[in-house]
């Protein structure tokens, strides 16, 4: 594998309970430095591509049956999801998990605590968090479950930033958001992958926004990746969301 690929998933083939076929052949790669999106309606199985990446499927007693997912050389399953965050591979799980009694600030410090126990170093990231989202410095004070819907998102994604990824995951960062709120955050996620060369994987159903800031896209359709391409290419395509994202 070429050491510029970060993430390349083989004909991934997974099953629930052993019965329910809910990946059926994804394959995509990503490189340093880009934002990859994957699309693709409802039930597709972008949650579960991005599960077995970060080998949370045994969790859900999912398993990955044939194919290979590989992390900067590491097949994903050789390792705990633990283990993954300290490699650099993070998620933010879909539904904007916080701890909603825990201040903001707070929960932006349990993301470094497994990184990093000097102060100093929490702090320095904390900053660069807040730079990022400069309503979070606002809201420092507040419990997470009286911030809003948008706040928790960036709450979210700021605590997997603490654990400073080298490929930030992120499954449906816009759901349920207000399309201005939608679109700071993907413009806080497009600052960092410029400005430090953050790679991105992005599962989103809101393909206009994930084509308008990803460089590349994978289509995945009843569990199959049918379709990947440069993003600006698939902007122009009209038939795309009309037949593979239910949008039309
Ligand atoms: P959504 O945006 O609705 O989450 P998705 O593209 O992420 O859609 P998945 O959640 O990956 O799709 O679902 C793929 C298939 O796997 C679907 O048929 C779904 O019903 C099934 N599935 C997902 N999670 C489980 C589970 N924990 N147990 C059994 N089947 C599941």
Known sequence: MP???????????ATYNQT??????????????????????NGAGKSTTLKAISNLLPAERGQVT??????????VRSSSPAELVRAGLVQVLEGRHCFKSLSVEENLVSGGLGRSSLRREIAEDLEKVYLTFPRLKEKRHTSSG?????EQQMTAIGRALMSR??????D????????LIIK???RSLKRLNAEEGLSILVAEQNSTVALKYADHATVIENGVAVLSGRAADLRQRDDIKAFYLGEG
């Open 146 to 150: 009286l911030t809003s819907g948008g």
């Open 66 to 75: 044939s194919g290979q997912i590989i992390f900067e050389g590491r097949e």
């Open 172 to 179: 449906e960062p816009s759901m349920g958001l207000a399309p």
């Open 20 to 41: 329910i076929k809910a990946l059926n052949g994804v394959s995509f790669s990503l490189r340093r430095g880009e934002i990859l999106a994957l699309l693709g309606s």
């Open 165 to 170: 990824p080298r490929l930030l995951v992120l």
């Open 3 to 13: 050491n510029d690929i970060v993430l390349e998933a083989q004909s991934v083939f």
């Open 184 to 186: 700071d955050i993907f």
